[in-house]
């Protein structure tokens, strides 16, 4: 089971004890009252203005900008790491707004809003780890801000895919609901993070990463017909999960 999955099974709890109100939606659904903590977290744009999060050192608990989630390069292996206490207040901050704006919210909502707020994260420093062994197939450079970028892109479009994906919660999520968590969740202020949008389809998104990762004779071979962009990508997602992962 991935720390994604784990995480997941440690929060949701919290959505599963919450208290249904005592009548139905329009729709029939139940609806979920506001809980007390929405009024506590805080709001949801302090973790949009991150740092990059691929790290040589540990990273501190106390001070600096807070991350939801850590890549450390591979030295034997690479490590993810996600933050806890960060995914639930982040989660809670981006409800909070639905709550505020008067949307009916399910608990089945909540609980695929809350995979998809930890899906971003995972997918984010997963894309990181794909890049660190493509760069060291190829002797490509890291370059942080391309790879926020990058990374930021890759893990909405994971996020879309999922969407279309009939057998996903997220897929099930009401459109309000999910078309508002997705909006907020992507408002990257910091540089690199918020270039993703230059790369927010999967056309965009191949061509550029196929230009980064820059492998011997890509020119050449785009030249000779070679769909180089396709293969690299497939690569990509073909790279076996060989990293350490953690709570943090």
Same mark, same amino acid.
């Given at each position: 089971?991935?720390?994604?999955?784990?995480?997941?099974?440690?929060? @949701?709890?919290?959505?599963?004890?919450?208290?249904?109100?005592? &009548?139905?939606?329009?729709?029939?659904?139940?609806?979920? !009252?506001?809980?007390?903590?929405?009024?506590?977290?805080?709001?949801?744009?302090?973790?949009?203005?991150?740092?990059?999060?691929?790290?040589?050192?540990?990273?501190?608990?106390?001070?600096? *900008?807070?991350?939801?989630? !850590?890549?450390?390069?591979?030295?034997?292996?690479?490590?993810?790491?996600? /933050?806890?206490?960060?995914?639930?207040?982040? /989660?809670?901050?981006?409800?909070?707004?639905?709550?505020?704006?008067?949307?009916?919210?399910? *608990?089945?909502?909540?609980?695929?809003?809350?995979?998809? @707020?930890?899906?971003?994260?995972?997918? &984010?420093?997963?894309? &990181?780890?794909?890049?660190? @062994?493509?760069?060291?197939?190829?002797?490509?450079?890291? @370059?942080?801000?391309?790879?926020?970028? /990058?990374? !930021?892109?890759?893990?909405?479009?994971?996020?879309?895919?999922?969407?279309?994906?009939?057998?996903?919660?997220?897929?099930?999520?009401?459109?309000?609901? /999910?078309?508002?968590?997705?909006?907020?969740?992507?408002?990257?202020?910091?540089?690199?993070?918020?270039?993703?949008? *230059?790369?927010?389809?999967?056309?965009?998104?191949?061509?550029?990463?196929?230009?980064?990762?820059?492998?011997?004779?890509?020119?050449?071979?785009?030249?000779?017909? !070679?769909?180089?962009?396709?293969?690299?990508?497939?690569?990509?997602?073909?790279?076996?999960?060989?990293?350490?992962?953690?709570?943090?």
């Amino acid at each position: 089971m991935s720390v994604a999955n784990i995480l997941y099974d440690d929060l @949701v709890k919290e959505i599963d004890k919450l208290q249904e109100d005592d &009548h139905f939606s329009e729709d029939g659904r139940w609806e979920v !009252v506001p809980p007390p903590i929405i009024e506590h977290v805080p709001p949801f744009n302090v973790y949009m203005d991150p740092d990059p999060d691929v790290l040589e050192k540990e990273h501190p608990r106390q001070g600096g *900008k807070p991350l939801l989630g !850590v890549y450390y390069p591979m030295r034997s292996p690479g490590k993810i790491v996600l /933050f806890r206490n960060n995914l639930h207040a982040f /989660f809670w901050s981006l409800f909070s707004i639905a709550f505020h704006q008067g949307v009916s919210i399910t *608990k089945k909502d909540m609980r695929a809003g809350l995979w998809l @707020v930890i899906l971003q994260t995972y997918s &984010h420093e997963k894309f &990181h780890y794909y890049c660190d @062994v493509l760069h060291k197939l190829f002797g490509g450079e890291y @370059v942080a801000l391309k790879d926020e970028a /990058f990374a !930021v892109a890759w893990s909405r479009l994971r996020i879309l895919r999922d969407r279309k994906d009939k057998r996903t919660s997220i897929s099930n999520m009401d459109s309000k609901i /999910f078309e508002l968590i997705i909006d907020h969740a992507y408002r990257f202020t910091s540089p690199g993070y918020r270039d993703w949008v *230059k790369y927010k389809d999967e056309g965009l998104f191949k061509k550029g990463f196929g230009c980064y990762i820059n492998p011997p004779n890509y020119d050449f071979l785009q030249q000779s017909n !070679v769909l180089i962009d396709d293969l690299l990508l497939g690569m990509m997602e073909k790279i076996n999960p060989g990293f350490d992962e953690a709570i943090g």
